[in-house]
């Protein structure tokens, strides 16, 4: 086993033999998984496996947790505070060329990563490792990483081969640092510069730092201290962002596949899908939901009520202040609507023919969420048993044309009861039904 002072020597070999110096720590990451620390690998280190491990992370074959998808997160990185900063990081750290073997990566104060710019190569590097956008590269999300290091300490960190945990970052070697607000000391994001281990230099570290403070510096220049804000926020704009909820009114649509929302009747703001489903959830139910609720409903049992409290906190600074937390639930005065309660409403007071008009398509059609699943099924089966019970043919039939009575042979039985066998509008919808039983057989 190597001394301390040997060790001390071994790591200077990670700018001048980075290859021989990757080899030692391979042995020395087997070694120390194995029970027997060495003393390449820092104690500060070997107490961040430790907690990796206990949070279930596999060093042979982890994958990193998404909490959001690419397209999600790169709206989420258009509207957090740090964006005002990303052209001058670029500029000062990115390299797109050709030949660039480094990543400029940043995350949100949870180590999301938002940000991710480099040549073509580097990004399919980043690929085979799911470094990607929407990725958790927190200590929970994927082990031991220099990103998850300057979440824990607060401080720059440098990770180099097998000192991170999971063992297909050994070919990896990153740098990073905390980005803090200016004027709080609240932590916003990291600015990490990662790529395989020949890219990191002597000078890594010190340009990370040098990144971190033109942030901050931008920072301050581009807003004014805001009372209370919470870590990520956009900075105040005018209209939505200033209002106090009393009085609002939220229009949500959710039905289909572009969800938005309008704050008294001003210009539909469009919504991520994750932001969709948690507004539609907090419709559903006037008492409110708590954030452990919210999480295990919108993310499994792998949720993190503080995954929930950023959205609330984007949701506010997209919407203003419409929900109040302890339980979340919208704001008292805040009038809420719905395109999906419009069609309940038309169904509860028996306009049939009004309901089917408004609903145009199912309830966040590109959502997997269980919780909204059911509330979409629920939904269509309503509109579905209405329309039939209507008795009404041309009813029937304009339902059984649409997306939505597609798939109801009940709707297409009605209207053989009512139109006859004869009637070639019942012929259309049989040869319908028949197309998809042969494509569900396929």
Known sequence: MPTPDAAAQARDLRFTSPLEYARALRQAHEATISGRPDPNIAPSLVTSWQRS????????????????????????????????????????LADETTDGRHLL?????????????????????????????????????????????????????????????????????????????PFTGEVLGILDVSGPIQSMTPDSLRMVRCGVRLAEELLKSAATPAVGAAAGRAPARPAANTRSGLGSTLTLRILGDKPAAEVDGGVPLALTLRRAEILAMLASRSSGWSAEELAYEIYGEDGAAASVRTEMHRIRGLLGNVVEPNPYRFAAGVQVKTDASMVTAHLRAGRVTEALAAYPAKLLTRSANFAIELMRDEL???????????????????????????????????????????????????????????????
């Open 53 to 92: 491990l206990a949070l279930g992370i596999d060093p042979d074959r982890h994958r990193p947790v998404h909490r959001h998808d690419v397209s999600e997160a790169r709206l989420l990185g258009a509207e957090h505070r740090l964006a005002v900063v990303m052209p001058a990081l670029s500029q000062l």
């Open 105 to 181: 990566i940043v995350t949100d104060h949870l180590g999301e990563v938002l940000w991710r710019i480099g040549s073509r190569r580097a990004l399919r590097q980043a690929d085979s490792l799911e470094f990607v956008e929407g990725a958790d590269w927190s200590e929970s999300g994927v082990g031991t990483n220099a990103i998850s290091e300057a979440l824990f300490t607060g401080n720059a960190a440098q990770l180099f081969s097998a000192e991170h945990l999971v063992r297909t970052h050994h070919d990896w070697a990153c740098t990073a640092a905390p980005i803090r607000d």
């Open 380 to 442: 269509n089966e309503a509109v579905g048993a209405s329309v039939r019970a209507s008795g009404e043919a041309d009813l029937i039939l304009r339902w059984c044309s649409t997306d939505m009575g597609a798939e109801d042979p009940s709707a297409a039985a009605a209207v053989e009861q009512i139109a006859g066998t004869d009637d070639p509008r019942f012929q259309l919808v049989r040869a319908k039904m028949a197309r998809m039983d042969r494509e569900l057989r396929a």
